[in-house]
Every structure is written in C-alpha cells, then in structure tokens.
C-alpha cells in the first residue's frame, strides 16, 4: 500500500506540473461528441436529465449502437472529455434555468480555465491519467461565502476526509451525503445531482480538474473541491 501511495503522490505530483494544456491538444484526449457545444444545437431542447447524461454520466450509451473511435465517443461513456465549446453551452443553459447547478459549476470552468481557447479545446487544468488513478485519497472542499446561524452550520467553508478512486470513478461520504462521479480522460472529476444520495434539498454539482474543481450547491452557492495524495 505504501509504495502505492507513493506512486500515486507522484502521479499527482505529475499532474500539477502538467496543469495547464495547450489549445491544440484535444487530439489526445477521448471528446465527447454526444453533449452539445456552443452554437451546434439548440441547448433549450434538452432537459436536465438529458444534459447530464449526454454530458456527464459514465454510464451513457452509444448513439446508433455503433462502436465509438478511440478519441471521438457518442457520449459521456468512458470518460470522454468535454470541451470549452461545451462547459459554454451547459452554462448558456444554466442562465436560462437557474436550478441546473451542473451549468454553474461549468460557469466557472469557462471562467477559470477557457479564456483565450477555442471551442474545440478542452479547458486549462487538462492533464492526461487521472482516469487511470486508483486507491485512496484525500479530499477537500467548502463553501466560499460567509454566512450565519443555520445557513452557516449547513454551508461550511472546510470538509475533508477520505475519496476513493477506482480508474475513473470516485466515492466519498461528506456532510451526510454519499458522492459518487467520474473521473474523465482529461482528469476532470464530474459529480452531478443524481451522484449525491440521500439527495440534497438543493442540487448540488462538482466539476473541473481533480486537484481544483468547482462545487456549487443550489443554497450554498459556489465552493472548491480538490484531491491530494494521502
């Protein structure tokens, strides 16, 4: 277990120091082709439930029962990775329906790691092998606003605990709630609405790199999560 953990502290040792990649390295990266992108469709024909599946969900489907490329899949199956063009359309639906939190987490991946990209790029933050990661590790995250009395104690700006990986999938029990999402080929972690049980009152969203992703929770507003070997 411990020459594990040391491999896998290198391992995300590796990733910081890859963080950031280029606007022409989608190529080698699985992309989704399933979710819309900004400007192919029209996002307001979708439901929620559509949306994560097409853009989220590990456990999509194929289109047409034909067998994906090894860098073009038919939808969130197998950890493909969404692009810019993506993230902007998943928030452009999130203006439109204030209750869809996957869009706000996407919001801020627009913001934080798309300026200055195409749409056919995948975000800032993309490193390759974080879908192959497994064991456990540790896991942050919080609230960042200020609040008091009973929002306080539900809205708190520091959890942590243990997250178990298992080559593309997470887990982790925080704040009476299970979590469970993907991990996809460009080292995204996505955890939407149906990932969280007992489901929270308020819909609650994670999405964007492993080691800095973006929580947003329909009450709290937005927060940080992020990974670290233990």
């Known amino acids: ?23 022409g390295e989608a190529q080698q990266f699985k992309m989704n082709v399933g979710c819309p992108t900004l400007g192919s469709a029209d996002i307001g024909k979708y439901t929620i439930d559509e949306l994560n599946k097409l853009c989220h969900n590990s456990a999509g489907t194929s289109a047409g029962g034909t067998a994906p490329s090894q860098t073009q899949m038919a939808t969130a199956e197998g950890g493909a990775s969404l692009s810019c063009g993506q993230h902007k359309a998943l928030a452009a639906f999130a203006r439109m329906n204030p209750g869809f939190v996957e869009g706000e987490t996407s919001q801020a991946v627009v913001e934080k ?7 056919d790029a995948v975000p800032g933050g993309s490193q390759v092998g974080g879908n192959l990661l497994s064991g456990v590790f540790r896991f942050e995250r919080g609230y960042h606003g200020s609040y008091s009395g009973a929002k306080a104690r539900i809205c708190k700006p520091y959890y942590s605990g243990d997250a178990y990986l298992e080559r593309g999938h997470i887990t982790f029990t925080s704040g009476g709630h299970t979590w469970r999402g993907t991990i996809s080929d460009n080292s995204f972690l996505s955890i939407t609405r149906e990932g969280v049980t007992p489901r929270p009152k ?17 009450y709290c507003g937005r927060g940080f999560f992020r990974l670290s070997a233990k």
Not at 114 to 119: E, H, L, N, S
Not at 202 to 216: D, F, H, Q
């Open 1 to 23: 277990m411990s020459k594990f953990l040391g491999l896998a502290g290198l391992a995300l040792a590796g990733l910081w120091a890859g963080l950031w990649a280029g606007p």
């Open 113 to 119: 790691y798309c300026a200055g990209k195409p749409d």
């Open 202 to 218: 308020n819909p609650t969203s994670i999405s964007g790199p492993m080691l800095e992703a973006e929580l947003y929770n329909g």
